[in-house]
């Protein structure tokens, strides 16, 4: 074997050294610890192609320093780095980046301690179980079994750090998982923290950069788990109950007006993506034979995930003579006679604020009484006056001050009938010289006046359908709807009136 032992190999001209052919295995062996950063510019490495590569020798154990930027297919042929490295060699390879290790491969390294890859996981053998920071290119089991766990991402981050979190006993449905930003955005959004808590459920990660942030590349569905809450108004008025109608036996007897629907009002925080039912009661239908109480109306309500379910109860019908009118949101009016009918309850079931007003109690003398408003009770029937609805309550939730939720008037044999209270309550009806009793007003909750008969039955009026509207903030609107909504806008809001049953996704 020669040997030639030189202080300095130079090149002839230029700044090429070949050493060997193409084929050749070239051993270099003792040199220590390498230069600062390979690959830089200055420190061009270059291997013919078709070689097998530079064997390096035992002492070649510290690569801490390796820049990689620079082995790209211009420094290192087809982009390969020696294909053989020592048995201890590869350890402490920190911040390599092989997206810049264009044109060929990266084979045969030893792969102990290679820590801040883009997008390569390492998967820790150590279970978390209590709140930790965590790094990039990991992936961690959490146990959550004995507590929750909150889990703090990176202070800061590259473009295609990647994170796993997983579920290891499926017990994130009983102890949530929640991930601190640590202020870098997750899905775009600076809060709330997300919240993981299904069972069995695993988070892979990615940070997409400063405008978006952590970007879950899969969550189960992909949820977006940072929902930007906002602030929604409801006004939900159930069903008017329809009038009672008297009997023409004995005095000529008058029937108690319908009371109005429920009247209740709710400020709530919604998320987006939520869906949020809406059901819109019917008015209680009108009566015509003698002697016959009026129908109640129907419910109101709104509800949906993460919402606070609202009802409304129908309004209390009007009594027939004798008869105690009928509870519910407003109570319908009680009926006339020799020994007259109590008004029935208004606010039932009990909400605080009360959903609704009494309805007059009846008196003698063909005086029946008032249903109950939203605003007021129904006026009492006596033998000097006949009973009025209860007067409704306004609102401004649609930009406008509007009246709704009128109790009915009663009704009478002769004229004149009651006034239904403002806000759409329908007027009492007569026999003579005939008058049928007025529905309320549709889509007001408004109560049906009452009818008094004399020789012959007329209607009483029907119940005034219910109303459901929602305001939320313009900039929130998703316009996702069922039921085909009047869709307006005041101010900063959009609102939606729903005359009829439906929903609306936030």
Known sequence: MSKLEVDKITPQSGTTLTIGEAGDTTVVNGLGTLPATIGSAAQVLSVNAGATGLVYGTAVTDLSNLNATNLTSGTVPDGRFPSVLPAAGGQNLTSLNPAAMTGGTFPAINAQNLTNIPGEISWQSTIVTTSSTIVASRGYWINTTSNAVTITLPGSASVGDRIILTDYLRTWGSNALTINQNSLKFQGNTSPNPVYDTAGQSVDLVYSGATQGWIPNSDDDVTLETAQTYSANFLVIAGGGSGGIGTSAGNSEGGGGGGAGGYRTSAQTISPGNAITITVGDGGASVSASDTN????SSSSISGTGLTTITSDGGGFGASPVANGGSGGSGGGG????????????????????QGNNGGSGGTGAKAGGGGGAGAVGTAGSSSQLGNGGNGLASSITGSSVTRAGGGGAGIANSPAATGGSGGGGAGGHDSPGLNGTAGTANTGSGGGGMGTGSSSRPTGAGGKGVVIISVPTANYSSTTTGSPTVTTSGGNTIMQFNGSGSYTS
């Open 335 to 354: 009926g006339t006679s020799a020994s007259p009918g109590a008004g029935g309850n208004g606010n039932t079931p009990s909400t605080s604020p009360s």
């Open 294 to 297: 009026g129908n109640k109306g």
